[in-house]
């Protein structure tokens, strides 16, 4: 399975950035997408994750600001982020559970400046 994300850059306080990431190299449907980050100096964390049948969660600083979804069919991932804050600057992963593994992307950086 690869993935490739796209949409990373740099945004002022109050903006909106939209993350995307396709997944390339399946067969069966995935069952669980999403996305985590890392900041410098800290542990990578959940940001949000969908399920197949469209089931979210997400990371308590991030609800009702970030929208995540998908597109089956398409096998894409998407995360739309709004009112972005500087302490949503990190690495961006997109992230697939297929097949009980989980592979991850190679990063995006978002940068939000106050």
């Known amino acids: 399975v690869q993935l490739q994300a796209s949409g990373g850059g740099l945004v002022q306080a109050g903006e909106s950035l939209r993350l995307s990431c396709a997944a390339s190299?399946?067969?069966?449907?995935?069952?669980?997408m999403g996305w985590y980050r890392q900041a410098p100096g800290k542990q990578r964390e959940l940001v949000a994750t969908i399920t197949i049948v469209g089931i979210t969660n997400y990371k308590d600083s991030v609800k009702g600001r970030f929208t995540i979804s998908r597109d089956n069919a398409r096998n894409t991932v998407n995360l739309q982020m709004n009112s972005m804050k500087p302490e949503d600057t990190a690495l961006y992963y997109c992230t697939v559970t297929y097949l009980l593994r989980t592979y991850w992307g190679q990063g995006t950086q978002v940068t939000v400046s106050s």
């Open positions: 190299g399946t067969t069966f449907s995935i069952h669980t």
